[in-house]
């Protein structure tokens, strides 16, 4: 059974640390998401629209090397969307995106899914620009309706979001963000993004998120490790310690490393998600952290091969 990723694949301009200049990385939260998934062994297919652009001949190549099944991705000649990165001093990123007019924006509805995709992978700005997020809304709701499991990750870029080329304000994208609740199986978020969101700052509890439909809540929180949140458990791993060079992909990679144990374990349906047992998610939040702190080890989104990540 094959875990399908939807959203964008963009080009990272990241500071180089010897000096003021930016060298092109491959990324995309969903872009990331399917080469942690391939690079960890588990079958993934991958549904965007690539540039025939250079860029976009380097983000197919990538996505083969991963082992990513591309034969969902649509081609177009408008340019590959550019992320400009800003690095702090602790490693953390921050972004500004040139996306106007750009290949991911414009994906069509893929139609009817086949069976043997069973679990569908949402994220970032595929989320937020139109008229592709339309798209990917409508395709997460039918995903759920028809029995598949869906995660998503809204991974929110203030930037991208009330900008000019973006389509939807801040208060837009939250309500945007609850109508996608009752469709969605695990919903994974960072501390900065649900306090954006609202949880602990507008009355917003986890409890509420659970009570929309949500069946998972797992909750990245750095160095501090990861947390997951359902209707009777609370779950929380720490942080794998390693030297820091960046974030960039940190948390796609837990995204991707969760998706992969879950499939390599069976635990492929709504229900199977229900019945996890606190053991479970233990397993499958300290794989992912373990997957993550390798990414956060070296510079830009990374992830790493099954042979790095192993359970063992």
Not at 2 to 10: D, K, R, Y
Not at 228 to 251: L, N, R, Y
Request: charged content about 20%; aromatic content about 6%; some cysteine.
């Amino acid at each position: 059974m094959t875990i399908l990723v939807c959203g964008e694949a963009l080009v990272d301009l990241v500071p180089v640390h010897e000096g003021p200049l930016l060298a092109p990385k491959l990324g995309g939260g969903p872009f990331n998401v399917a080469v942690a998934i391939g690079r960890l062994g588990s079958p993934v297919a991958y549904l965007s629209r690539i540039s025939r652009d250079p860029f976009g001949e380097q983000i197919l190549a990538s996505l083969r090397d991963a082992g990513v099944d591309i034969s969902w991705v649509q081609r177009g000649d408008e340019p590959t969307t550019l992320a400009m990165t800003t690095l702090a001093e602790d490693g953390s990123a921050e972004y500004s995106f040139y996306a106007d007019g750009t290949a991911d924006r414009l994906v069509a509805d893929p139609g009817d899914l086949p069976e043997e995709i069973s679990v569908l992978s949402f994220g970032t700005l595929s989320l937020l620009y139109e008229p592709g997020a339309s798209m990917y809304a409508g395709l997460l709701h039918r995903a759920r309706a028809a029995g598949k499991l869906t995660m998503l990750d809204p991974n929110i870029r203030p930037a991208a979001i009330d900008s000019t080329s973006g389509d939807i304000t801040a208060d837009g994208f939250r309500d945007r963000f609850r109508s996608w609740l009752p469709s969605i199986d695990i919903l994974k978020v960072s501390e900065d993004d649900s306090f954006w969101l609202g949880l602990g700052t507008q009355g917003t509890t986890v409890d509420d998120w659970l009570a929309a439909g949500v069946t998972a809540v797992v909750m990245t929180r750095g160095g501090d490790g990861i947390s997951v949140f359902t209707a009777t458990d609370e779950i929380s791993v720490p942080g794998v310690a390693v030297d820091v060079v960046d974030t960039i992909g940190a948390g796609d990679t837990v995204h991707g490393a969760l998706l992969s144990f879950l499939q390599k374990e069976s635990i492929i349906t709504s229900n199977a998600v229900q019945e996890m047992s606190k053991q479970d998610w233990q397993q499958a939040l300290e794989f992912a952290a373990k997957a993550a702190a390798i990414t956060v080890s070296r510079p830009g989104a990374d992830p790493p091969w099954a042979s790095e990540a192993s359970r063992d």
